[in-house]
Each structure stands twice: as C-alpha cells, then as structure tokens.
C-alpha cells in the first residue's frame, strides 16, 4: 500500500515536471515564482529556516528542474526581497506576474497547483497560506473552489 502511494506521489511529480516542459518561459517562471513567493510569505513574514526550505524546494522540485537552478534561485530572490523591503510594491509585482498568464488556463492551473504545493511543502498548508492561494486563483482567472481553496 505504501509503495502504491509513493508510485503515485511519483507519478504527481512527474506530471508537473512534464506539464512545466510544455510551457517553458520567463513569464511562466515568473508567475510560479512570484505566485510561490506571495505563499512563503502568506504570514508576513519569512524567517531564515522557510528561506531554507523553499531553496531546497526550488533545487528538487520537478517542475521547476527544467530551468537553470541559479536563474530559479536568483528570480525567486528577487521576488522575496522586494516583498520583505515593501509588501504592497513585492505583491504588486509578483500579481503582474501571475496576469501575464491569465487566460492560459493550462499554464494558470499549473503555477496554482505548484504554489498549492509549496503551500504544503512544510506539511501544513495552513488558513492564510490558503487565503492568499485563493487569491492568486482569481488574479489567473480560476475558481478558488475548483482547487479547495474556498
């Protein structure tokens, strides 16, 4: 039973990894990042053992593979600090990001279930996280409900 699981958590991986290949572009990697960077930081706050973890998620996440690791890193960076140095210009920035795809509903609905998996990627994907996953569904033109974020 186990081992079916993790057949099919690796069957899951690999999907996102082959559905990202598809769509392989800046402005895909943006929106997943900046979208990912809005749920890090979902609680206002990012502390060094998140910044940590999330690295460790961009380094082995499937989906995210197919690009340049130091252009993953340097991009989702970018999108954290201008967020920790001013919330209202980093969100602006990362929902710019997100709109650039909105109306690829098969690109909008792949970053969604990335940022959901980052969401969860410490084992809790918790109220806020949540809210603000919700929130990134309407600005990709998605239904919060159709990914049970409502």
């Known amino acids: ?19 990202a290949l598809k769509y392989k572009s800046k ?38 593979s197919i690009y340049d690791t130091s252009e993953v890193v340097k991009t989702w960076k970018d999108y954290i600090d201008t967020l920790e140095m001013d919330a209202d210009i980093g969100g602006a920035k990362a929902m710019a990001a997100l709109g650039k795809i909105k109306g690829k509903d098969d690109q909008a609905r792949l ?29 990709l033109g998605l239904d919060p409900a159709e990914f049970d974020l409502k």
């Open 1 to 19: 039973m186990l081992s079916n699981f993790l057949q099919q958590a690796r069957s899951k991986l690999s999907e996102l990894k082959n559905d």
């Open 27 to 64: 402005e895909f990697l943006n929106a997943a990042l900046g979208g990912s960077a809005l749920v890090i930081l979902a609680d206002g706050k990012i502390d060094p053992q998140e910044k940590v973890k999330m690295m460790a998620f961009i380094e082995n996440h499937e989906a995210l």
């Open 111 to 139: 970053v969604l279930r990335m940022v959901c998996a980052i969401g969860a990627a410490d084992g809790d994907f918790d109220a806020d996280e949540r809210r603000v996953a919700a929130k990134i569904a309407l600005e």
